[in-house]
């Protein structure tokens, strides 16, 4: 593959008749599915497989940081409110135990190409702590040469200077990911979130000044008192500050699932018709400014490593969204983390207390996992494919995988029927291709071939597809 895919086509009529719930497919098999009979002997397992493989795969790693000074009420993620700078040296001490147990089980010439720290805000460490960690991770892993690295870290803007931001430069992050969600005060008012232009300019020319290689700003659309001409405002001030990549996220009000989301008046929700136009508002500006639809909620300008990966068939999707490093084993560090070991998931204790427990007992955190059976691989392949590409040439996948495609997946080819005379896909077998109009709705696609949609779980809610 080698080829510039077509923008998306928004059709307003066609979203609201699809979004409905689904999952994100960050995995295949989906979080909800994973076992809690997969533990710490099987993860070993797992890694010992992958060790012995002819061409070892590289690392990414991803660290959890939890902590936050205040909540936000939208927030979906596993973090811990506080001030108390104490928690996070109790929570640093166990994170260290892990790397030290979990780093030594890979072997040394795996070099780690990616890392990731994720939160919460990571950037609750002061730079002391950030240097620490960065140090240990160094100590215990092979970290890859700088020009092959790409170390990324999340920021809360509110919470952070030039000073900072230059000081992650020489631990090695080239990465940025500034939290925004929205500029308009009244929305920051109902989502507890003051965050100015100002504070955002700052840690972004910070970021370019210090040799940061991609900046990226996360938004949110489907917030309470969110209204089309203020959400345009804040697209046109985002565009202003001409970051390299745009995450654009819809909403999902889970308050039964995230306590903080109960703090948020339903009522002041947009309706669907303003949510729908809050996305196609940001489609036009986005689009016009430049910016490449990838897939899903990613934006990136055209010249941007992840449209590049697109074009030329090496897009892979991860728990981190699109990625360009799907090539390598991911490893989870800290509370509620999951990893993706060779053809297997795992996932860490969600609550602290549990994560504490275990490693306080000399025991990796493992809570759940899942070892992927023959029918998983194939279909993770697939869903992979159709989320990254919007395409799939159904004999080639036939020949990879030694089936037919028609057969293997009668009943799914025949679900596809439906989605083509409505014009989200062409279904010109061998090939299947969303349309424009289809390439929102890729979740929904995707969905035709998930094996384990029809289970009934407990606790398991999807967001909305749109």
Known sequence: MSRAIP????DAALIARYDGNGPRYTSYPTAPHFQQDFGEKALRSAIRAS???PIPRPLSLYVHLPFCTSPCFYCGCKRVITRDIGKADRYLERLYREIELLAPLFDRDRPVQ?????????????????????????RHFSFAVWQGRDFGVELDPRFADGDYVRGLAELGFNRLSVGVQDFNPDVQ????????????????????????????IDLIYGLPRQTLAGFETTLAEVIALSPDRIALYGYAHLPELFKSQRQIDTAELPDPATRLALLGRALSLLGGAGYVY????HFARASDEL???QCEGTLQRNFQGYSTHGQCDIVGLGVSAIGRIGDSYCQNA?????????LDTGHLPIMRGLTLNEDDIIRRELIGHLMCYGELDTAAFGQRHRLIFEEYFAPEVQQLRQLAEDGLIVLDMPLIRA????????????????????????????????
């Open 307 to 309: 449209v590049r990966a």
């Open 51 to 53: 060790n012995e493989e």
């Open 294 to 297: 990838v897939g899903m909620d």
């Open 7 to 10: 923008p998306p086509e928004f």
């Open 435 to 466: 349309t424009p109009r289809g390439r929102l709705l890729l979740r929904t696609i995707a969905m035709r071939f998930d094996a384990y949609l029809g289970q009934k779980l407990p606790f398991t809610r999807y967001s909305r597809t749109i």
């Open 114 to 138: 990616q890392l990731h720290f994720g939160g919460g805000t990571p950037n609750f460490l002061d730079m002391a702590r950030m240097r620490e960690l960065t140090e240990s991770l160094a």
């Open 189 to 216: 008012r109902a989502i507890n979130r003051i965050q100015s232009v100002a504070q955002t300019r700052e840690v972004l020319e910070a970021g370019r000044a210090a040799g940061f290689i991609s900046i990226s």
């Open 350 to 358: 969600k609550d602290l207390n549990d994560y504490y427990a275990a």
